[in-house]
């Protein structure tokens, strides 16, 4: 994306107030949660992306279908609204040079630009000081070896771009798996990073406003399975220390990346209580979906606030909570038996609205709050056990299991 793309936008900070019209890029569960916070709020929106009876299109006001580099559709699309954000962060440049002259890209081009590929994402953290592993930049196989033999193994060779679907990432265990990783990488640029071997997968998801203001969610961990992520607790099992920390980082590279909007930092602690910033994502994320049933303020109203230049609510968050993903895998032996889930009088049912359940597609998640963090993830995975889960959802943290990135 270029850089004209972030000096071209418009710099106006007057609040774009309800009764006003959203447009969100990207049509999904994000964009779903978004709009009706912003329908909540007196708020039109519409949305345009490729797909049609979307999980966003069923709840906005219009449902654009349209190709992203379709200059002229986005160009329609801007024109209809008082400020774009975005559900999808891999929009391409062109989408947003296009929109951007009409209507606020809210967070700007330079955002997505740097986010959307791991290679500038890491290079740009490691250049503002924040800790990242270390990490190489891959052009061949004999750079991978010597890349390897440098920080040695095991490690992680990643696509260097977020969008490749299907070859996401592989772990090299030893100098035997060079050949193997670089095969599957299918001539793509790739970084190298060193393996964590980390005690907790953290994130802190936050807003910043247009005037600089911040607020945020507190660390919350997040337990994986085959990648994708499982369960989020909230808030983690951590230190005040480590918090203050996290809470710190984020701050900062939201300040560095100059965000407008939510966005997310993802975090390893490593075995000696470092944290590691693994990525950012420039939107709201599936780590904050608690903050729906949880927090005085969602993520998504957050968003809505932040996005429209008014000022951001307040993050308190009364009780721990959970938060357990709802995958398509659910639906192997047919529709799943929501009523058993919601006999749990706590937890609290999401469903996107998506006709077609695939395997490891985020069809919805549960919520639950609670006294204490154990019993609010006990009642969402005792009420996805319900529906049929057990099998499905061992909540295992594989991290020997090199699978694409979904
Ligand atoms: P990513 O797509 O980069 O977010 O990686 C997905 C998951 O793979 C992470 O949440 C971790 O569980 C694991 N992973 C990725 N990179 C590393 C690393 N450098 N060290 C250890 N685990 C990793």
Redesign the pocket.
């Known amino acids: 994306m270029s850089e004209a793309a972030s000096t071209s936008e418009p710099t106006s900070t007057d609040p774009v107030l309800p009764g006003a019209t959203i447009g969100i890029l990207g049509s999904g569960q994000l964009g779903r949660m978004i709009a009706i916070a912003a329908r909540r709020m007196g708020y039109r929106v519409h949305t345009l992306s490729p797909e049609s009876d979307s999980p966003t299109g069923h709840v906005a006001d219009r449902e654009i279908v349209a190709a992203y580099d379709d200059v002229e559709a986005v160009k329609r699309f801007a024109a209809d609204v008082d400020v774009i954000t975005l559900e999808f962060e891999n929009i391409s440049a062109a989408c947003v040079d296009a929109a951007s002259p009409i209507a606020p890209v809210r967070p700007k081009g330079s955002v997505l630009h740097t986010t959307q590929n791991r290679l500038r994402e890491k290079t740009f953290l490691a250049d503002h000081g924040f800790p990242v592993?270390p990490f190489r930049h891959i052009k061949s196989r004999d750079e991978l070896a010597a890349a390897v033999e440098e920080i040695g193994t095991p490690a992680?060779l990643?696509t260097a771009g977020f969008g490749y679907d299907g070859k996401g990432?592989v772990r090299i265990a030893s100098v035997d798996d060079v050949d193997g990783a670089w095969t599957s990488m299918a001539g793509q640029d790739a970084v190298l990073?060193?393996?964590?071997d980390?005690d907790l997968?953290l994130s802190v998801v936050a807003a910043r406003g247009l005037a600089g203001d911040f607020a945020h969610y507190g660390a919350v961990e997040n337990k994986?399975s085959n990648?994708i992520l499982d369960v989020t607790t909230a808030p983690a099992d951590v230190s005040g220390a480590v918090n203050v920390t996290a809470v710190n980082l984020t701050r900062k590279v939201f300040e560095a990346l100059d965000v407008v909007g939510v966005a997310c930092v993802?975090y390893?602690l490593d075995r000696g209580n470092n944290l590691i910033i693994?990525?950012i994502a420039p939107r709201v994320h599936n780590s904050g979906h608690f903050t729906f049933d949880a927090c005085v303020t969602s993520q998504f109203e957050q968003q809505v606030r932040a996005v429209c230049g008014l000022p951001l609510g307040s993050t308190d968050q009364p009780r721990p909570a959970a938060m357990a993903n709802l995958l398509g895998d659910l639906w192997e032996n047919g529709e799943p038996d929501w009523a058993a889930a919601l006999a749990i009088p706590e937890v609290k049912l999401h469903l996107y609205g998506k006709q077609e359940a695939r395997p490891g597609r985020k069809m919805g998640h549960l919520t639950a709050v609670a006294d204490t963090r154990e019993q609010a993830v006990e009642r969402v995975v005792e009420g996805r056990r319900g529906l049929g889960a057990e099998r499905l959802f061992l909540n295992t943290n594989d991290?020997t299991n090199a699978l694409p990135?979904t």
Do not use: L, P, S
């Open positions: 592993a992680v990643k990432q990073e060193a393996f964590i980390f997968e994986h990648h993802e390893f693994n990525e991290r990135k």
